[in-house]
């Protein structure tokens, strides 16, 4: 086998994040992307360009994931994927999910530069809406591609505008009579590696490059309204209210004890989002509608902890004499990495004498559910401070390009099996 015959270039993986960068609807407060926003758009548009520009073969699919090839010698054997997401959170940084799939490109570009035809063919993909930012649901391109989201569910999906994501396809030309040929049969794809930040601090606790990543661990998420009775602030004694945020609050401190009292060291619980109607500072609120995330590498440990909070729902309703109504988002189960993989990737860290950390991520990613139907493994590379979802978020390029020599060298091993 032909040996690659640079190492991946912190320059270049710099060029295009901060070219990706530029395609933000916020910048007086780090990045926003939102899936088919006109920045979104241009910036799925600008990393086809660089697709392009490496001489590969772009497609997209129904739900817009896109698919760059480089053709191996046999057509014959299943490809080997790499990459993540390029839409964000609002007000974000700029390297969650795009950090993979510039190494993606990166690593092409380095099999190109050497000359180097890969047996089995490589691509890039970028996954369509990890986030779930504009339709609730997180992973939407990388959850129909394991089949858990059909054209019913898109017609279902609703923006905080109404429009369903069937109908936002539709509009942008994406053939809806596609969607059923989205996901990917078992086999169909040799193995898939993402590169991520950490978005953590273990990393940069133990002062090592390269997190590998044993497990995923998995989100259940609810939207709930609580509906109480509107009142005024003055007048209405404290026991004849049905004070909706104070349910809320109930809630929120109840998923905080329950998952500080798990025994998975990995289980955490958010309430991240809260509308309070009418929001006024002499008005008890009648109707709250909130977030719950709750997350777990431990499928077991979640579900009860889960079953805990539907127990204790029917108990603020019943006390505080207020309404809930509560819509289960999705409830997804976390993905382990291949052991094979894992130790393609063990055996290029060791060879490239770079320190390593095996690891769960607390974080979902688009390989969760690509593990559905391929074997996956994901590399880490260190957050600054650990923060994520943040305009703060930083990652060194030369600890992405770090990270990319050892997907890279990985990548080819996978593809000339
Ligand atoms: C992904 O962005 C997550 O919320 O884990
Ligand atoms: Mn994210
Ligand atoms: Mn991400
Ligand atoms: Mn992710």
Redesign the pocket.
């Known amino acids: 086998m032909k040996l690659l015959t640079e190492q991946a270039s912190a320059d270049n993986i710099a060029r295009i994040l901060e070219k990706l960068d530029t395609f933000n609807s916020d910048p007086s407060r780090g990045t926003t992307r939102v899936l088919f926003t006109p920045v979104e758009i241009a910036g799925r548009n600008y990393i086809k360009e660089e697709m392009a520009a490496l001489g590969l073969t772009v497609r997209e699919d129904a739900i817009g994931n896109i698919f760059a090839a480089l053709p191996g010698t046999d057509p014959s054997l299943a490809p080997v994927w790499t990459g993540s997401h390029i839409d964000t ?1 609002l007000q974000a940084g700029m390297y ?1 999910g795009m950090a993979g799939v510039v190494a993606g490109l990166e690593a092409v570009r380095l099999i190109r530069a050497a000359g180097i035809t890969p047996k089995r063919t490589i691509e890039v993909v970028v996954y369509t809406s ?2 779930p930012t504009r339709f609730g649901l ?1 992973c939407l391109g990388s959850r129909a591609l394991a089949g858990a989201l059909t054209l019913e569910d898109a017609e279902r999906l609703k923006d905080e505008e109404g429009r369903t994501l069937a109908e936002v396809l539709a509009d942008l030309g994406y053939d809806l009579a596609r969607f059923k040929d989205i996901p990917i049969a078992r086999g169909a794809v040799h193995g898939a590696i993402e590169l991520h930040i950490e978005q953590g601090a273990v990393l940069e606790s133990l002062g090592l490059p390269i997190g590998l990543v044993k497990t995923i661990s998995a989100p259940t998420n609810f939207e709930v309204s609580v509906r109480g009775k509107q009142s005024h602030a003055g007048s209405t004694p404290m026991h004849l209210r049905h004070d909706a945020f104070l349910a809320c609050c109930e809630i929120a401190l109840e998923l905080e004890r329950l998952a500080k009292a798990s025994t998975s060291p990995d289980t955490v619980g958010t309430v991240g989002k809260v509308e309070v109607v009418p929001n006024a500072s002499n008005v008890i609120s009648g109707l709250v509608q909130f977030s719950i995330d709750i997350r777990d590498s431990d499928y077991e440990t979640k579900s009860k902890l889960v079953a805990g909070l539907q127990t204790f729902f029917r108990e603020v309703e019943a006390r505080r004499k207020v309404e809930l109504d509560i819509r289960q988002i999705n409830d997804d189960k976390p993905t382990h990495s291949d052991p094979a993989i894992l130790g393609l990737l063990e055996e290029a860290c060791i060879k490239k004498d770079i320190p390593y950390h095996k690891m769960v991520s607390g ?2 990613h688009d390989s969760m559910m690509v593990g559905r139907f391929a074997p996956i493994a994901m590399i880490f590379v260190p957050s600054k401070d650990g923060i994520s ?1 943040n305009p703060d978020e930083f990652t060194e390029y030369g600890d992405i390009a770090k990270g990319t020599d050892i997907l890279v060298e990985t990548l080819l091993r996978m593809t000339m099996e």
Do not use: M, P, T
């Open positions: 959170v969650d990890e986030e997180n974080a979902f979802h």
